[in-house]
T-cell receptor
Framework: EPEVTQTPSHQVTQMGQEVILRCVPI?????FYWYRQILGQKVEFLVS????????KSEIFDDQFSVERPDGSNFTLKIRSTKLEDSAMYFC????????????FGSGTRLTVV | AQSVSQHNHHVILSEAASLELGCNYS??????LFWYVQYPGQHLQLLLK??????LVKGIKGFEAEFIKSKFSFNLRKPSVQWSDTAEYFC????????????FGAGTILRVKS
């Protein structure tokens, strides 16, 4: 069964550093998403991406965040200057359709900011 | 704004016990409803979904859920749990007019004692 792959599975970074979280969506998927889950809290939508541009973003997705599809296979989330409160599990998802029924999630990257 | 409530954060059951996890949402329009499961160290997996039609939905691994529109509820059930059902369960809602993003509940951690 095709999978969405996320790397690394766990990343520790110092406050103020830039981090890039990587995702390889399923190869024929066109819609890409990032969600995050702060420990003990809800899974929250961050951003959706289609046709090389952001289609929707949440209030959380401020100027510190950016997404990119640099090479046609990877889909990355960059946090420019990490804060302690960015510590969370970040999930990538992809879909082959605008229909929400075809979401596939990755296993997540646990980001710890110290 | 949409919100999703899961009533129990931790549930502990013995094997063969019946399970019901509550989920309520606050949105009056047309919704798509989902239950996801996350086994330790793994990605979010879709258990079942409701888009339209029969409000009693059957999913994988013997799970089912019932959509009760008048109660804004989509409770997850399983008649007899197994130790391997130990996981975290997330209810999620998509309001069709808000595009493809999912709004998640806080999750319920289920531990099944063998």
């Amino acid at each position: 069964e095709p999978e969405v792959t996320q790397t690394p599975s766990h990343q520790v970074t110092q406050m103020g550093q830039e981090v890039i979280l990587r995702c390889v969506p399923i190869s024929n998927h066109l819609y890409f998403y990032w969600y995050r889950q702060i420990l003990g809290q809800k899974v929250e939508f961050l951003v959706s991406f289609y046709n090389n541009e952001i289609s929707e973003k949440s209030e959380i997705f401020d100027d510190q965040f950016s997404v990119e599809r640099p090479d046609g296979s990877n889909f990355t989330l960059k946090i420019r200057s990490t804060k302690l409160e960015d510590s969370a599990m970040y999930f990538c998802a992809s879909s082959d359709s605008a229909s929400i029924s075809y979401y596939t999630f990755g296993s997540g990257t646990r980001l710890t900011v110290v | 704004a949409q919100s999703v409530s899961q009533h129990n954060h931790h549930v502990i059951l013995s094997e063969a016990a019946s399970l019901e996890l509550g989920c309520n949402y606050s949105y009056g329009g047309t919704v798509n409803l989902f239950w996801y499961v996350q086994y330790p160290g793994q990605h979010l997996q879709l258990l079942l979904k409701y888009f339209s039609g029969d409000p009693l939905v059957k999913g994988i691994k013997g799970f089912e859920a019932e959509f009760i529109k008048s109660k804004f509820s989509f409770n997850l059930r399983k008649p007899s749990v197994q130790w391997s059902d130990t996981a975290e369960y997330f209810c999620a809602v998509n309001a069709r007019e808000y595009g493809n993003k999912l709004v998640f509940g806080a999750g319920t951690i289920l531990r099944v004692k063998s």
